[in-house]
């Protein structure tokens, strides 16, 4: 990507990024960037041709260009630049998932189109850390702002009782930390070093993030546990209950 600091390409980048912005609610198809770029196109057939190519090129390895471009920069925490993504149903649409404003990585999608995207990724992306928390992290963020909009009552409040719950969600991250750092959230050992800070300012943190670092340690060592137990009942009852004697025969029949 030696290209990328190309002006040129940069500015085509953030005008390809702004139109997708502009159309964030509904999300664009690769065609329908190619032909938002050219414009109509001509009455001419042999002029048509031509346009049909342009369309194309900029549908294709333009905008593949354009996502890599804008996701370097997104990720070096450059202003204005976005993070691109898309959502799946019958045709892939691309949204600005998020973007740098004043240093910041924030999101700013729509309520529907992050519950879209949210949705249709979850399973595929689990294990991409970075791009998960970004989306999920998008959607709670969607579904916080509608709230806000929405006037005080019982839909309001519920709303809000279901972003808190997101919020203190703990998978393999914590979206609440990740709101912090969009790239991914705050490790733990970020909090055994503010337990024990050099600047005095953070000092008066210190006693209540050694309280939650005990803490955590002994939930991390539980839920260890828990997995290695949960991880052994589904190796049982996936095996043959044959090979494993008449108690398992019995634990598989109660199996849902």
Not at 179 to 185: E, I, K, P, S
């Amino acid at each position: 990507m030696a290209r990328i600091l190309d002006p040129v390409l940069q500015q085509y980048c953030l005008d390809i990024q702004l139109l997708l912005e502009q159309n964030n609610a509904t999300g664009m198809t690769r065609e329908e960037i190619g032909r938002a770029v050219e414009g109509a196109p001509p009455a001419d057939p042999k002029l048509r041709a031509q346009y049909d190519q342009r369309v194309s090129a900029h549908a294709n390895e333009k905008f593949d260009t354009v996502r890599k471009v804008c996701r370097a920069m997104f990720e070096a925490g450059i202003d204005g630049w976005g993070f691109i993504w898309n959502r799946r149903g019958r045709e892939i649409r691309y949204h600005v998932v998020a973007k740098v404003l004043n240093d910041l990585r924030k999101p700013i999608l729509g309520l529907y189109a992050a519950g879209q995207i949210a949705q249709t990724q979850q399973k595929e992306f689990t294990t991409r850390t970075r791009s998960a928390t970004r989306i999920e992290l998008a959607h709670v963020k969607s579904i916080e702002n509608h709230a806000y909009a929405l006037p005080n009552g019982r839909e309001r409040r519920v709303l809000l009782k279901e972003v808190e719950q997101r919020y203190n969600a703990v998978e393999i991250r914590s979206l609440r930390l990740a709101a912090l750092n969009m790239d991914g959230g705050m490790k733990f050992e970020d909090f055994e070093q503010l337990a024990n800070p050099r600047d005095r300012r953070l000092q008066i943190f210190a006693k209540q993030t050694k309280m939650y670092v005990q803490a955590q340690k002994r939930a991390n060592k539980e839920l260890n546990e828990l997995a290695g137990m949960y991880d052994a009942f589904k190796a049982i009852l996936a095996r043959d209950p044959k090979e494993l004697g008449e108690g398992a025969g019995k634990l598989d029949r109660a199996k849902p």
